[in-house]
């Protein structure tokens, strides 16, 4: 029989304890964001394009999305590590978006900023067409474990060291359900 390695336990609901952020502090960030973007945006001429960085950032995108007063267009980006340990900078895009950027004001979506990593590398793909503007809205930052310079235009919550769980966000595929953000331990 082949190896596996035990899932980890899935801690349930209840016992979750206090959120860092509650359900409703997002939802009223998340409203004020899209108030924010909407006044940004509101002289294109074009729909806004989101580009959504799999899988983190769907739950915060489709909120997101709905706080919008402005026409806006979905696509989404999947970045995957490849490669040693050694050299972690490495990143394959595993889907790209699928209609044409060129002249379109694109506004990438993602979970949380930690290294800066992974949106540098898909930004730097994604001005490789020729998008009109593109700007990054991340629902948290980490800052302390920036290794890549990274200018974020709006910005949901900075948070502390901690990793964190919760509104898309997972520990090994888990814990995407939970309506508020939680610390592991
Ligand atoms: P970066 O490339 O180091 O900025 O990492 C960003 C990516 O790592 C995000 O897209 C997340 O998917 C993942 N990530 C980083 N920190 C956390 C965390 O605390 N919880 C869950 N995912 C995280
Ligand atoms: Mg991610």
């Known amino acids: 029989m082949p190896e596996t390695s035990a899932p980890p336990e899935p801690i349930l609901k209840k016992d979750m304890?206090?959120?860092?952020i509650s359900a409703e502090r997002i939802a009223k960030r998340v409203e004020d964001m899209g108030r924010e973007i909407s006044e940004v945006y509101a002289d294109i001429d074009t729909p806004l394009v989101l580009v959504v960085i799999l899988k983190g950032a769907t739950v915060f995108a489709a909120d997101l999305l709905r706080s919008l007063s402005i026409?806006?267009?979905?696509?989404?980006v999947s970045a995957a590590s490849y490669g040693s340990g050694t050299s972690p900078g490495k990143l394959r895009l595993a889907h790209m978006v699928e209609g044409p950027l060129v002249g379109r004001h694109v506004l990438l979506i993602e979970d949380i900023i930690d290294s800066g990593r992974t949106v540098s590398a898909i930004a730097k793909r994604l001005r490789k067409l020729k998008p009109?503007?593109?700007?990054l809205a991340a629902l948290l930052d980490r800052p302390a474990r920036r290794e890549v310079e990274t200018r974020i235009d709006f910005t949901g919550f900075v948070i502390p060291d901690r990793f964190v769980i919760g509104y898309g966000l997972d520990y090994a595929g888990l814990y995407r359900e939970l309506p508020g953000i939680y610390t592991l331990t």
Not at 132 to 135: D, E, F, N, Q
Request: charged share 30%.
């Open 71 to 76: 026409p806006a267009e979905l696509e989404f």
């Open 17 to 20: 304890g206090r959120a860092l």
């Open 132 to 135: 009109a503007s593109l700007r």
